[in-house]
């Protein structure tokens, strides 16, 4: 496996990640809101895992999910960042 398609797809996960991240900092913990905020970019990553021929091989899952979550909690401190300036 070449790791760079895995690279970009980790790294536009992240990026996707970054506005529902700031999303979710800003509503009720489990909420309904919350819970679209953390599950909406799902489809979206598994187009872009696709489309770069990733599969669904078990070697690829610890980047894209720690992408995924570091996305999630990178938008979550841009909102607590904001809040305090």
Do not use: E
């Not at 999303?23 to 909406?40: N, T």
């Not at 872009?48 to 996305?71: D, H, I, K, N, Y």
């Amino acid at each position: 496996m070449t790791w760079l398609p895995l690279l970009a797809v980790g790294a536009a996960t992240l990026i996707l990640n970054l506005p529902f991240g700031f999303w979710r900092a800003g509503v009720r913990k489990f909420s309904l809101r919350w819970f679209l905020a953390v599950h909406a970019p799902v489809p979206l990553i598994v187009v872009l895992r696709l489309a770069a021929g990733l599969g669904w091989r078990l070697s690829t899952f610890p980047v894209l999910v720690g992408a995924f979550f570091g996305g999630q909690l990178l938008g979550g401190r841009i909102r607590a960042a904001m809040k305090r300036a």
